[in-house]
């Protein structure tokens, strides 16, 4: 009985595995079995491939055809294997050589007239064929710009089935993709737009040299926003195998641009406070997607008016803040989406939120209330906590200019390259990933630094957590005062940041 192969990629969040796709014809009643766990969406397949074959003027077999999608054991979700099935078949049923076959990678969905629609996935997926030792991929021409990105593979695009099958003929070549196009960055708000608030700048700026999380609080009005929209300005460029990270996930939700697909700078995602469980940390049926938390990778999420959001949406991110990345499991199996992003909690001091805080009119009870929105674990994983006070001047005084982007962006680059420089061997970007064991033992400070850490330790004034958490901003604040180690004011304006009552 003809056997014939072909190669396409599945997806577990933004890691892909092979799958070998086999077709064997004859053996029993004319009819189409297809077997190693599909879902709805790939079972359907069979009926869009038999009429795309037919539509692209090729005969589909009279005969029992069995398709067989392995490893069995893994899940296989979409349409995107149209492509590979519908060569498969043609391969067996001898319509087509196989010759090229070998170290290709097909990837695309089939219409019903033969035309080759574009599936999400494809950048994730190609780099999984390289990554796996193959040589050529087949996309729909609508996704080359996708298969621009890849370095190593050999990316070819086609328009309907028919080119396929030409090329796979020698009678044709498929379309190569089209060198990126240089794209200026985005430009983002300057920090010279800002007027005062010293503190709140001073803590932006130490949050963009350590990669920490950071806590406005303050009346409306004052700028807790509009520092917030500033801070991805401050962060250097992502590298590329940051860029190709991030773009993968971007390309596995389905919102990449074509005409600057490569994501180079720090993303900024600001959700509304309705938004779902689902919708902030992944979800939906099967195997889940990525959720913004995971768009925001490498870059900034805001959550603006943050004692707004349910309670759970806030507590659904602690895990994603320890360890920068989500955990999803559903009934079809568990994906992993990488979520190390920067957290900016910006919220009221209370429900009423006068101008001045002696005009609230909000009992105790409602203000405990509204801020226990934010519990004690999560506010435990922000590192800065700043309470912001009225604006009382629209203008400054002479030669008081505020700074400009561009001139604090050049501290934080200058103390994220000393950090970085002095934890290259051990992999960690920032000071805000360094685990605390490594700060505690590796690089522990003398116990005359740490006394009034330990101070705050033994009065339950800070927990274990937030004393690691403590050590990671005191090693940010001596980068940025150019120092070869902490010192103990480092500390304390570490423990300050912290202080309970900022929030």
Avoid at 125 to 132: F, H, K, Q
Avoid at 194 to 211: F, M, S
Avoid at 404 to 433: D, F, I, M, P, Q
């Amino acid at each position: 009985m003809p056997i014939a192969r072909a190669w396409s990629v599945a997806l577990l969040g933004i890691q892909g595995r092979l799958v070998e796709v086999e077709a064997d014809i004859g053996g029993g009643m004319p009819g189409v079995k297809l077997v190693g766990l599909p879902d709805a969406g790939l079972r359907e397949a069979k009926d869009r491939v038999r009429s795309a074959v037919r539509n692209s003027n090729q005969e589909w077999p009279s005969e029992k055809v069995t398709l067989g999608l392995s490893p069995a054991n893994l899940p296989k979700l979409g349409s995107g294997y149209d492509l590979a099935i519908a060569v498969a078949v043609l391969a067996a049923a001898g319509r087509v050589p196989t010759t090229r076959l070998l170290g290709t990678v097909l990837l695309g969905e089939l219409a019903l007239d033969g035309r080759l629609r574009e599936v999400r996935g494809v950048l994730p997926g190609l780099l999984a064929a390289r990554n796996a030792g193959m040589k050529r991929a087949v996309v729909p021409a609508p996704s080359l710009f996708e298969g621009a990105l890849v370095d190593g593979l050999e990316v070819r695009g086609a328009a309907r089935l028919r080119d396929v099958v030409a090329w796979l003929h020698g009678e044709n070549a498929l379309n190569s993709p089209d060198p990126p196009d240089e794209v200026e960055p985005p430009r983002v708000p300057d920090l010279a737009d800002v007027l005062g608030q010293p503190e709140a700048r001073w803590a932006l700026e130490v949050a963009a040299a350590g990669g920490h999380h950071l806590l406005l609080t303050g009346p409306p009005g004052v700028g807790k926003t509009m520092l917030a929209k500033r801070l991805p300005g401050l962060l250097p460029p992502l590298s590329v195998e940051e860029s190709l990270e991030v773009t993968a996930v971007h390309s596995v939700h389905g919102s990449l641009s074509r005409t600057s697909p490569l994501i180079s700078v720090p993303p900024f995602v600001a959700p509304h406070h309705s938004v779902s469980v689902a919708a902030l940390i992944g979800g939906g049926v099967g195997l889940p997607g990525p959720g913004l938390i995971s768009r925001a990778h490498r870059g900034v999420l805001l959550l603006d008016e943050a004692c707004e959001f349910a309670a759970d949406r806030l507590e659904s991110l602690r895990t994603a803040l320890e360890e920068g990345e989500v955990r999803l499991a559903r009934s079809r199996g568990m994906v992993c989406y990488p979520a190390r992003f920067q957290l900016v909690l910006a919220t009221n001091p209370c429900p009423c939120a006068p101008p001045r805080e002696v005009d609230c009119c909000c009992s105790a009870a409602a203000r405990r209330r509204y801020l226990s929105r934010l519990s004690g674990p999560l506010l435990d994983r922000v590192d800065l906590r700043v309470r912001m006070r009225p604006i009382t001047a629209m203008t400054t005084r002479q030669g008081d200019v505020p700074e400009s982007t561009e001139v604090v962006r050049k501290r934080v680059l200058a103390a994220r390259a000393r950090a970085a420089e002095r934890w290259a061997t051990h992999g960690w970007r920032t000071n805000a990933e360094v685990p605390g064991p490594a700060l505690r033992r590796e690089f522990a400070l003398p116990s005359n630094v740490t006394e009034l850490l330990d101070r705050g330790l033994d009065r339950g004034l800070v927990t274990a957590r937030g004393a690691d958490r403590c050590l990671r901003l005191a090693w940010t604040l001596a980068d940025l005062s150019e120092a070869a180690r902490p010192d103990g004011d480092h500390v304390a304006a570490a423990l300050e940041f912290r202080d309970r009552r900022a929030a």
